[in-house]
Nanobody, 113 residues
Framework: VQLQASGGGLVQAGGSLRLSCKVS???????????PAWYRQPPGKQRELVAS???????YYEEFVKGRFTISKDNANRTVYLQMNDLKPEDTADYYC?????WGRGTLVTVSS
């Protein structure tokens, strides 16, 4: 199983980015039953959960992104998304997708003030 994350970049405060995580090597039936998540690791800090989405579509968000970020999954294309709006400098981090027991490589999000 491989997870390919993309969509990071440099954005000004208040801007938006959409992260994607394409999962390969996992059949659709298994992907559909999984609860993928996005984590992030700010510079010099520990990795932390950002959001997750269950197999039934229920979502969970950490308080610091509630109302600004939206997680979703496309079962047909085995892809997980993270729509990030109203970005703040403290959102600067490497963002990682996670599913089952697998991690993708980080995609760097940098928010300038």
């Amino acid at each position: 199983v491989q997870l390919q994350a993309s969509g990071g970049g440099l954005v000004q405060a208040g801007g938006s980015l959409r992260l994607s995580c394409k999962v390969s090597g996992m059949i659709r039936g298994v992907f559909r039953l999984e609860a993928p998540a996005w984590y992030r690791q700010p510079p010099g800090k520990q990795r932390e959960l950002v959001a997750s989405v269950s197999s039934s579509g229920d979502t969970y968000y950490e308080e610091f992104v509630k109302g600004r970020f939206t997680i979703s999954k496309d079962n047909a294309n085995r892809t997980v998304y993270l729509q990030m709006n109203d970005l703040k400098p403290e959102d600067t981090a490497d963002y990682y997708c996670f599913i089952k027991e697998y991690w993708g490589r980080g995609t760097l999000v940098t928010v300038s003030s």
